[in-house]
């Protein structure tokens, strides 16, 4: 069974610390996202990677950086996390080549407070 | 610019057929899908169309695709209360990557 995990379903850190969420997958996928979920805002891609160590960014790339050293991990860092980055966090990834199907994880909660 | 547009909320009666609308504006996009995502887990891919096709029909699941219009449907018989969650409909994006485009998402309630 396909699986991608993230490290936390909850999170609460305080504003200005520097924050980790970190997301495995085990199916040997070339392709990981990083989105943030809002109300009324839907999906909205932060970063993406299609190999190790190569990163583009979405749409809203701004207050984010990312790390993938090995295939199967994908870290989305928050370098002084602020209020406005309380969210949903999404973590995905897919095969190549490009339009397969995205296998999502359960999501991380983080609030910042 | 890409976009894709729902409608973010519908409400049916349990034994009615939903149907939850989609436009999108990329007409280059080669697969359109639908996610599913129940509360507080992540999205689970529903179906998928291809983008030479008009329908597919999957159990109690029907999508149509009218690339005319630029809009998709995912209709849903016989409405079970289990069927209540967000659903989102997505495209691939014309950037050459495997990034999606998705919409807002359309909260689906079903009372008995």
């Known amino acids: 069974d396909v699986k991608v995990t993230q490290s936390s379903r909850y999170l609460v850190k305080r504003t200005g610390e520097k924050v980790f969420l970190e997301c495995v997958q085990d199916m040997d996928h070339e392709n990981m996202f990083w989105y943030r979920q809002d109300p009324g805002l839907g999906l909205r891609l932060i970063y993406f990677?299609?190999?190790?160590?190569?990163?583009e960014k979405g749409d809203i790339p701004e207050g984010y950086s990312v790390s993938r050293e090995k295939k199967e991990r994908f870290s989305l860092i928050l370098e002084s996390a602020s209020t406005n980055q309380t969210s949903m966090y999404l973590c995905?990834?897919?095969?190549?080549?490009?339009?397969?199907?995205?296998?999502f994880g359960p999501g991380t909660r983080l609030t910042v407070l | 610019g890409e976009d894709v547009e729902q409608s973010l909320f519908l409400s049916v009666r349990e034994g009615d057929s939903s149907v939850i609308n989609c436009t999108y504006t990329?007409?280059?996009?080669?697969?359109l899908y639908w996610y599913k995502q129940e509360p507080g887990a992540g999205l689970q891919l529903l179906t998928y169309?291809?983008?030479?096709?008009d329908m597919k029909q999957d159990q109690r699941l029907t999508v149509l695709l009218n690339k005319k219009d630029k809009h998709l449907s995912l209709r849903i018989a016989d409405t079970q209360t289990g069927d209540s969650a967000i659903y989102f409909c997505a495209e691939t994006s014309g950037s050459g990557y495997s990034t999606l485009t998705f919409g807002k998402g359309t909260m689906l309630l079903v009372s008995p």
């Open positions: 990329d007409s280059s996009s080669t697969y």
């Open positions: 995905a990834s897919s095969p190549s080549p490009p339009g397969q199907e995205q296998f």
């Open positions: 169309i291809f983008s030479n096709m």
């Open positions: 990677s299609y190999d190790v160590k190569m990163k």
